[in-house]
Nanobody, 124 residues
C-alpha cells in the first residue's frame, strides 16, 4: 500500500511559478511510475506529466510542455512538479498518482494510488 500527500499549491499570478511536491509512504515507492494529473472545475481529470521509476523517462501533455518539469528523488520518496509561466487555464486541483508498473503511463486507470490533491489557482 502506498499513501500519497501533495503540497505546494496556492494562488499565483499569471506568469508566476509554483513547485508541487508529493511525498509517498509505503514500500517499493522507488519502483513505481509517478504522474501528475489535474482537474479543473466542471472538467474531467486530465493527464499532466509522468516520470518513470528510474527518472530517466518523462512525458508531458502538450498543454504544459516547455513550462512544467517533473522530477523525482527516490531517496526522499518525493516527486515534484515545477510549474513555470503559469496561465489561468492551469487552474485546477492537481493530483499525484503512482503506478505499480514503473513505465510511462498516461491513463487514469493505469494508476493504482492517488493523493487527495492540492489546489492551484492562477489569476489573470
Amino acid at each position: 500500500q502506498v499513501q500519497l500527500v501533495e503540497s505546494g499549491g496556492g494562488l499565483v499570478q499569471a506568469g508566476g511559478s509554483l513547485n508541487l511536491s508529493c511525498v509517498a509512504t509505503g514500500r517499493t515507492y522507488s519502483s513505481y511510475g509517478m504522474a501528475w494529473f489535474r482537474q479543473a472545475p466542471g472538467k474531467e481529470r486530465e493527464f499532466v506529466a509522468v516520470i518513470s521509476w528510474r527518472g530517466t523517462g518523462t512525458y508531458y501533455a502538450d498543454s504544459v510542455k516547455g513550462r512544467f518539469t517533473i522530477s523525482r528523488d527516490n531517496a526522499k520518496n518525493t516527486v515534484y512538479l515545477q510549474m513555470n509561466s503559469l496561465k489561468p487555464e492551469d487552474t485546477a486541483v492537481y493530483y499525484c498518482a503512482a503506478a505499480v508498473s514503473g513505465g510511462i503511463r498516461v491513463r487514469e486507470y493505469q494508476y493504482d494510488y492517488w493523493g487527495q490533491g492540492t489546489q492551484v489557482t492562477v489569476s489573470s
